[in-house]
């Protein structure tokens, strides 16, 4: 992610964690609202598809690389997502991740509209071993623009499959801002290849934006790939996973027709992330759904 995105996306969180669950809001999500209707327990999530997007960990990241990745590695994490790579080389990080035997399947950073830059960018995520590039960020008036994101996001994807390597696209709550009747997340889902494009579903921010995610999985199965796991707090601020009112054992219970593969643990303040990983690990770990 590049500094501009990254400040643009600090911004948009810092207003957006100050507000609440839109009133009316479905909540066939949430932990309180389904007791008894859970399905039957005894599934887990594979452990080798637990990991954590750095962005989590980006204070401390800035402090030591190495200290970092070594201390989720012991919690148990398998995998990262990257958000930067902290003036590393991606030979250095692709090296430390082989050590640390951590997997990297994919990365948040700007798509470039520019294709030598694209290329240079997956050739830096095939060297870390990954599967996709994820766009992690993008907000627009119009659906005009959502229109051309979709365009750019197949075009990207196309260059990526030559590549060996795909495109995704991560949600906040404003995909799902209605503009004259259409949802720029429905857009999206409706304009991409899905030979070319995936979507990484962030949990939170589409339950925060009064969306059932297994609605999405109704309309798109299969192109959810990838995910994003926070904890919610009854106002709607953040908390670490398995806090709140979010009921994640109903949300996996679909995850086979959702074609989730990875589980990347977030939390977008930071009031404690060495807390925030371990204690939400643990929680994944030990679901049952």
């Known amino acids: 992610m590049d500094r501009s995105t990254a400040r643009n996306r600090r911004d948009f969180l810092r207003a ?31 452990p080798n598809k637990i990991g954590i997007q750095l962005y989590t960990m980006r ?26 790579l902290y003036g590393y080389s991606p030979e250095r990080m692709r090296d430390l991740l082989r050590h ?7 990365s948040h950073d700007s798509i470039p509209s520019n294709q030598d830059q694209l290329e240079q960018l997956l050739e830096q995520a095939r060297t870390l071993g990954q599967r996709w590039v994820v766009l992690p960020y993008f907000a627009a008036d ?17 260059i990526a499959r030559r590549h060996g390597l795909r495109v995704g696209y991560h949600n906040h ?27 990484e579903l962030d ?15 109704d309309r798109a199965p299969g192109r959810f790939p990838l995910s994003h796991v926070k904890g919610m707090s009854a106002d709607g601020s953040f908390a670490d996973v398995g806090e709140g009112v979010l009921d994640y054992g109903r949300i996996f219970a679909e995850k086979e027709r959702a074609g ?3 589980y ?24 049952t759904f």
Do not use: C
């Open 16 to 46: 957006a964690t100050g507000t609440v669950l839109a009133a009316g809001a479905s909540t066939a999500w949430m932990g309180t609202a389904v007791a008894g209707q859970t399905p039957a327990r005894g599934r887990h999530l594979p």
């Open 59 to 84: 204070s401390l990241m800035s402090e030591s690389v190495e200290d970092t990745l070594t201390f989720l590695s012991r919690v148990g994490y398998a995998e990262v997502e990257f958000a930067g």
């Open 100 to 106: 640390l035997k951590l997997q990297a399947p994919a």
């Open 142 to 158: 119009t659906l005009k623009e959502y229109h051309q994101l979709a365009e750019r996001l197949n075009w990207a994807g196309d």
């Open 173 to 199: 709550a404003h995909e799902f801002d209605s503009f004259g009747g259409t949802r720029p997340y429905d857009l999206l889902l409706r304009e991409t290849d899905p030979h070319l494009v995936d979507f």
């Open 203 to 217: 949990i939170y921010w589409a339950i925060k934006a009064g969306v059932d995610p297994t609605d999405l999985f």
């Open 260 to 262: 989730m593969q990875h």
């Open 264 to 287: 990347f643990v977030e939390r977008d303040d930071l009031p404690h992330p060495k807390e925030t990983a371990r204690d939400s690990y643990r929680h994944l770990r030990q679901l």
